[in-house]
T-cell receptor, first 118, second 112 residues
Framework: ETGVTQTPRHLVMGMTNKKSLKCEQH?????MYWYKQSAKKPLELMFV???????ENNSVPSRFSPECPNSSHLFLHLHTLQPEDSALYLC?????????????????FGPGTRLTVT | QKEVEQDPGPLSVPEGAIVSLNCTYS??????FMWYRQYSRKGPELLMY????GNKEDGRFTAQVDKSSKYISLFIRDSQPSDSATYLC????????????FGGGTRLMVKP
């Protein structure tokens, strides 16, 4: 596997279900991101993990719960979602420079998980 | 006012046309400007980026920044059907560790 992979690619879930999205990066990066992409809206940054610590939450509802067990893996746990949560969920990774805490400009994205909440 | 704004399109052009895609931004402190391309059912991929004002050319693609107007453009010469995709401008914020703020994306369709 190369780059950033995401599973599953498609997910349909009911409002009472619990599911998890998985992301894995094979680039040796030390920062990972979850984004939400809805139709006709800009990419919304949901969570950032830099050097395995969460550094950004962006007021995401608690029905979304991220987990980053190591620098290569990222999960998004979903429970009691709403229909408006239906969207493409994208994972990305980048390299953060430890001395400055600044990320390189380029982020590498996975193909996304298309989530439909019924 | 949104930090980065972009016309959603869709923009439909014939093959061989010159395409102009544009974004406006509100924060005059922004220094780097990036263009991502997103094909259907794929994640965005970095196409090119520029620093401060001026032009940068890469093959058929030219990125242009006008900091005085807070306006960035991506020009595609001799457009091809394979250029059909959504183009997103993105700007890193140094105040936020270079987190990216994205425009909404412009969907481009190049017809053979």
């Amino acid at each position: 596997e190369t780059g950033v992979t995401q599973t599953p690619r498609h997910l349909v879930m009911g409002m009472t279900n619990k599911k998890s999205l998985k992301c894995e990066q094979h680039l040796g990066h030390n920062a990972m991101y979850w984004y939400k992409q809805s139709a006709k809206k800009p990419l919304e940054l949901m969570f950032v993990y830099s050097l395995e610590e969460r550094v950004e939450n962006n007021s995401v509802p608690s029905r979304f719960s991220p987990e980053c067990p190591n620098s290569s893996h990222l999960f998004l746990h979903l429970h009691t979602l709403q229909p408006e949560d239906s969207a493409l969920y994208l994972c990305a990774s980048s390299q953060v420079y430890e001395a400055s805490g600044m990320s390189s400009y380029e982020q590498y994205f996975g193909p996304g998980t298309r989530l439909t909440v019924t | 006012q949104k930090e980065v704004e972009q016309d959603p399109g869709p923009l439909s052009v014939p093959e061989g046309a010159i395409v102009s895609l544009n974004c406006t931004y509100s924060n005059s402190a922004f220094q780097y400007f990036m263009w991502y391309r997103q094909y259907s059912r794929k994640g965005p991929e970095l196409l090119m980026y520029t620093y401060s004002s001026g032009n940068k050319e890469d093959g058929r693609f030219t990125a242009q920044v006008d900091k005085s107007s807070k306006y960035i453009s991506l020009f595609i010469r001799d457009s091809q059907p394979s250029d059909s995709a959504t183009y997103l401008c993105a700007i890193p914020s140094r105040d936020a560790g270079n987190m990216l703020t994205f425009g909404g994306g412009t969907r481009l369709m190049v017809k053979p």
